[in-house]
């Protein structure tokens, strides 16, 4: 079997997902460095692997797969591993989860993080902070809420995907500072993962 390429920069949250789930399982693997300020993706020889001009992208023997949690997903099926449940309703609540952390959770940040980690000049908005602020929130307790009923972890009372596409959220939520609302289970989760060879690597400094 040939070695997966992985073209990303650490430094991007979602190529962080590809490699904890890769480094997890134990496949190897090579990074080639693409994505700004790094390599700029916007070429034809990347836009022939990812028309987004986003990174990840994986090859792995020359199937090409681009969008971070899709590719967990494939890692984590393809190798078998219990990342990624077999039964149809523990998979389903997995997906659920994955789904929500790139469609709900991820959607709320944006503001508040341009202007409050980044300091882009272009986002002084006090109000739009705000509101980027209240809606994070909100779904950050929805998390909260999930990780007491669901004994810490995601989905199914043990360790998934999912744990690991939303820690990288929470590394997100406690980098960018004001003044967070206490939510314990979610400050657990993330401090649990945070103290593996993975969350080291991957929520450590310089990784925001
Ligand atoms: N939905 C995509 C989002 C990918 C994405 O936003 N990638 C960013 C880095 S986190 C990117 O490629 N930015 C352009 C660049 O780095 O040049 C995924 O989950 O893979």
Redesign the pocket.
Known sequence: MGTLRIL??VT????R?VQWTADLIGIGYEVEI????NR???VPEFLALNP?????VIVDEGFVL??????MRYLADTRRSGLWPVAAEERALVDQWLTWQ?SELNAQWGYAVYALLRKNPAFTDAARIAESIGKWSAKMRILEAQLVKGGGFAANGRLSIADIALVLSSHRWFSTPFDHPDLPAVREHYERLKATEEGRKYLGEGTP
């Open positions: 990303g920069r991007s949250i979602n190529v997902k693409w994505g700004m300020p700029d993706p916007k987004n001009a986003q990174v990840p681009w969008e971070s949690n899709a590719i790139v």
